[in-house]
């Protein structure tokens, strides 16, 4: 952007206050003509070269044409253009470091990862994997998850958003056939039948299948059916919609902390997604069938491994070397609960010297450890999640 023309960004001013103008008037009915959405096309590419940071190329797509719109359940839906309520209780960075992000997408466009062929051919593999006992050719991949999770034990209390501040290490030692994964979890239907069980969650991960390399990426995942069919990593499919112009799931994340809230907006009921700075993007209501609100929330890390080698580190690698603070779990007018409502239960499991997860209510979760664990061969493992 820093090379445009001026009168380059005045045409691309002018379309994009267009476009924004037609569209605030009807997401449908668009009064460019051909021969106008053909020169804007041209504009666009030309105006928004794909970049390369880490290997990886962005694009800044038209927001009304991302890949999110290709999901059948979005036909009707509706482009939410604003965060209309933000929970008071936001988190704000505690760090002072420069945000080094990607550039700014313009204005009408927002920053996408562009999906490639192996990045398809590397999401096969881990719908694959997530079938492994009908693969009798496939070594077993177990996941060991610790954290801490909040429930609605108590009846009346149903959980309709969460905010923390994570602390971001950058892992190594994490094998390509390995995952190493920190991430808030908002479920529903977690104890009902797997066709209803829905969940979003973010985080940061070291994930080889998902994102092509070792490096610590920030991504999403979401899911209608307990992790079955629907759902994916970042953007691997329609779904999540993109409104941010600068963050985007896929990004490498390379600062050390974190700040991540997903809430639902009592106006539209999309589930938000936003970090300290800005709104990144949403999952659109339409694409649930289970998730008015969250039935538990739960924030941990999960490493996965083939049970021929020894689990991968989490955290920081060291024993409750990494934390999650100022964890606000949000009522419906995403207000706090008091903590007495929110049932906290820390869950492991594995422990000690593997992985740790302490909570209290004051300090946070302190999780994390060096892994290393491996299952014997003659006890094959019950049960296979992958997150
Ligand atoms: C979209 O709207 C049309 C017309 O109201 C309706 O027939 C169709 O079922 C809707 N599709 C979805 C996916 O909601
Ligand atoms: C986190 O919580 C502490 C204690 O309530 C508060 O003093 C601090 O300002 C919060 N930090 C951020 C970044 O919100
Ligand atoms: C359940 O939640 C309600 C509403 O927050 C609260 O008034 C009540 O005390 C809670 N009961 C228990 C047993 O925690
Ligand atoms: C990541 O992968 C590269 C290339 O495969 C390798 O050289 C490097 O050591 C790995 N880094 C970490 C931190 O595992």
Redesign the pocket.
């Known amino acids: 952007m820093g090379h445009m023309e001026g009168s380059q960004a005045l045409v691309l001013f002018i379309l994009c206050a267009l476009l924004y103008h037609s569209v605030a008037a009807d997401h449908t009915a668009r009064y460019l003509s051909e021969a106008e959405e053909k020169e804007l096309q041209t504009q666009l590419k030309s105006l928004n070269k794909p970049y390369d940071e880490y290997g990886i190329t962005f694009d800044c797509v038209d927001i009304y044409k991302q890949p999110a719109f290709d999901h059948?359940?979005?036909?009707?839906h509706t482009l939410q253009i604003k965060s209309i309520s933000f929970p008071k209780s936001m988190n704000k960075n505690p760090s002072s470091e420069t945000v080094k992000l990607p550039r700014r997408c313009p204005r009408g466009t927002v920053l996408i990862r562009r999906t490639t062929r192996e990045d398809l051919i590397r999401e096969k593999q881990i719908q694959r994997t997530k079938r492994i006992d009908l693969q009798e050719d496939t070594v077993t991949v177990e996941a060991y998850t610790a954290g801490v999770s909040f429930s609605d034990l108590n009846e009346s209390v149903k959980f309709y958003g969460i905010s923390a501040i994570l602390d971001v290490y950058q892992l190594s030692g994490v094998l390509d056939t390995q995952t190493s994964a920190t991430q808030i979890v908002v479920n529903k239907g977690e104890t009902g039948p797997l066709d209803y069980r829905n969940v979003v969650q973010a985080g940061f991960h070291v994930h080889h299948e998902a994102e092509g390399d070792n490096l610590t990426h920030f991504f999403t995942y979401w899911t209608t059916d307990g992790y079955q069919k629907t759902g994916c990593f970042n953007i691997h499919c329609a779904g999540f919609i993109q409104t941010s112009e600068r963050t985007t799931p896929g990004l490498v994340y390379t600062l050390s902390n974190m700040v991540l809230s997903i809430f639902k907006d009592p106006k539209t009921s999309n589930w938000m997604l936003v970090n300290d700075k800005e709104w990144i993007g949403y999952w659109p209501k339409?694409i649930f069938n289970n998730l008015a609100d969250s039935s538990q929330i739960q924030l941990s890390a999960t490493a996965s491994s083939p049970t021929d080698q020894p689990s991968p580190p989490t955290g920081n690698g060291e024993l409750g070397g990494a934390s999650f603070k100022n964890i606000t779990v949000l009522n419906g007018e995403l207000n706090p609960y008091p903590p007495y409502v929110q049932h906290a239960e820390t869950f492991l499991d594995i422990g000690k010297p593997f992985y740790e997860a302490i909570y209290n209510v004051d300090s946070g979760l302190f999780y994390g450890g060096p892994g290393g664990w491996k299952p014997e061969p003659q006890n094959p493992p019950s049960s296979i999640s992958h997150r």
């Open positions: 059948p359940l979005l036909k009707n339409e």
